[in-house]
């Protein structure tokens, strides 16, 4: 019959959305491999081509762009000021900001918790779409949300929150979470590649023209990544990211792409049994408990954004059971352990070809900064030589293939928090060392070194 619907199956990429009559072993647009799903389509008969065809939109309204307000000062504030620095000062009204994270970080924990901090007069809309209402109440009491500005509904219906959003006009919109909400148009199930994609436009689309900002919560996948299409990242104007050990207490926000502030701030939080703390001091707490006098530990500083944060790297060499010695690094990138053995072995004489080499960022943290290369070297020439390093010792530098001691950005402020926090001896590439006022810092012993052996020899560590 002509009007006649007729279902298809299409085979969707989940990274690109890239479409085919078949599955594909290896996607032909972005190249990633076993990431086709399929698919069912309805399409209309020629009734409904012809209805589409004869249907015009009207013209989209325009302005000039110096009438366009774009006042900075406008960002409603969580009260949570680690989530407002990632955020970058605060909320945008009108921004859709996207919350990732492993099942049971806490994306859920930190919106509710939201909801109670927000700044006073805002109405926020809370959407569950995995808990009832009752089971939301609940965790809202764990939390302590009164709730007198919060509304709850427990809907999966992507036209039915549309129509709530339209109607009710909140401040802020919360989905929890994005891979329950479905379109009744759309044939395959909740949290496929099209129903992922669809919703979330049909909110975005709700809420951009009347400047609600939209909270959409995401779960990930088996590697980490974000569940749905890629092109989910791509609609969204912030895309958050807890990460973290479900088993550690602390947990790590970090904005992995903001249109309105930097992507190197991070926010630091801590899980109790009342909800997640804002650790506004990181430093003070990840250096807290480490032990001293103990061979291979030393603490370096990194750079997150604008807040210096100092982290302890520890180092274990053992003798290896195996044929090939295993290079297990944990916060700290594989690649740069190697290089940096070789380095050693090169450059430094120390020589691990038939031992275990085992690194650890301290606190479940992650460790991306270069400079934190010359604290991993003494780390290991530490438990190597099984001399312990100065407890107050800070090591900031980056390590080159010559093995020279390369200059790190930002060393003045890397100096002041650690200083603050008690440390009196800092071993710092000479070229940095030029930019820091050590009358700043009296009682302070620096150390400008150029080389590994440099430094090696300043700790009184020899070759072997």
């Known amino acids: 019959m002509a009007g006649k619907s007729k279902a298809k199956?299409?085979?969707?990429?989940?990274?690109?959305?890239?479409?085919?009559?078949?599955?594909?072993?290896?996607?032909?647009?972005?190249?990633?491999?076993?990431?086709?799903?399929?698919?069912?389509?309805?399409?209309?008969?020629?009734?409904?081509?012809?209805?589409?065809?004869?249907?015009?939109?009207?013209?989209?309204?325009?302005?000039?762009?110096?009438?366009?307000?774009?006042?900075?000062?406008?960002?409603?504030?969580?009260?949570?000021?680690?989530?407002?620095?990632?955020?970058?000062?605060?909320?945008?009204?009108?921004?859709?900001?996207?919350?990732?994270?492993?099942?049971?970080?806490?994306?859920?924990?930190?919106?509710?918790?939201?909801?109670?901090?927000?700044?006073?007069?805002?109405?926020?809309?809370?959407?569950?779409?995995?808990?009832?209402?009752?089971?939301?109440?609940?965790?809202?009491?764990?939390?302590?949300?009164?709730?007198?500005?919060?509304?709850?509904?427990?809907?999966?219906?992507?036209?039915?929150?549309?129509?709530?959003?339209?109607?009710?006009?909140?401040?802020?919109?919360?989905?929890?979470?994005?891979?329950?909400?479905?379109?009744?148009?759309?044939?395959?199930?909740?949290?496929?590649?099209?129903?992922?994609?669809?919703?979330?436009?049909?909110?975005?689309?709700?809420?951009?023209?009347?400047?609600?900002?939209?909270?959409?919560?995401?779960?990930?996948?088996?590697?980490?990544?974000?569940?749905?299409?890629?092109?989910?990242?791509?609609?969204?104007?912030?895309?958050?990211?807890?990460?973290?050990?479900?088993?550690?207490?602390?947990?790590i926000l970090r904005a992995i792409k903001n249109r309105f502030g930097s992507t190197n701030e991070i926010g630091v939080f801590e899980m109790s049994g009342g909800g997640l703390l804002e650790v506004e001091n990181p430093s003070e707490a990840l250096l807290s408990g480490r032990p001293t006098d103990v061979s291979g530990t030393c603490i370096t500083c990194m750079m997150e954004g604008t807040r210096p944060i100092l982290v302890e790297v520890q180092a274990l060499i053992a003798k290896t059971s195996f044929g090939n010695p295993r290079r297990v690094p944990t916060g700290f990138d594989f690649n740069r352990t190697a290089l940096l053995i070789a380095v050693l072995e090169k450059r430094g004489g120390y020589f691990m070809g038939n031992l275990d080499v085992f690194i650890n960022a301290a606190g479940g943290m992650r460790i991306d900064d270069p400079g934190a290369d010359l604290a991993v070297a003494l780390c290991m020439v530490s438990n190597l030589l099984d001399k312990p390093v100065d407890s107050k010792l800070l090591a900031l530098g980056e390590i080159g293939l010559a093995g020279e001691v390369r200059p790190v950005g930002l060393a003045q402020q890397r100096v002041g928090e650690a200083y603050r926090l008690g440390f009196t001896t800092f071993i710092l590439p000479k070229s940095s060392l030029r930019t820091i006022d050590q009358g700043q810092y009296p009682g302070a012993v620096f150390h400008g070194v150029s080389s590994i052996g440099e430094a090696f020899t300043g700790l009184r560590m020899g070759r072997r």
């Open 9 to 251: 199956t299409v085979y969707v990429c989940t990274q690109c959305g890239c479409e085919a009559p078949k599955w594909q072993g290896k996607c032909p647009d972005c190249g990633s491999w076993n990431s086709f799903v399929e698919e069912t389509r309805v399409t209309g008969g020629s009734a409904a081509k012809s209805a589409a065809a004869e249907r015009r939109a009207a013209p989209a309204k325009v302005r000039p762009l110096a009438e366009v307000s774009a006042d900075e000062s406008v960002r409603y504030r969580t009260g949570m000021k680690e989530l407002d620095r990632v955020l970058g000062g605060g909320i945008v009204p009108g921004a859709a900001i996207l919350v990732c994270g492993d099942p049971g970080i806490g994306k859920s924990t930190v919106l509710l918790q939201m909801c109670r901090t927000i700044q006073p007069g805002l109405r926020v809309l809370y959407v569950s779409g995995e808990e009832s209402m009752r089971q939301v109440k609940l965790r809202a009491n764990r939390l302590r949300v009164a709730g007198e500005n919060v509304l709850l509904t427990s809907s999966t219906d992507a036209e039915e929150i549309y129509e709530t959003v339209l109607a009710e006009k909140p401040d802020v919109v919360v989905v929890d979470s994005i891979q329950t909400i479905s379109l009744s148009a759309i044939t395959s199930s909740a949290g496929s590649v099209t129903q992922v994609r669809e919703c979330t436009q049909l909110l975005i689309n709700a809420c951009k023209g009347s400047e609600i900002p939209l909270f959409i919560v995401g779960h990930v996948n088996k590697d980490g990544g974000i569940a749905g299409p890629k092109v989910l990242e791509h609609m969204v104007d912030t895309v958050l990211y807890f990460e973290g050990d479900r088993n550690l207490s602390y947990r």
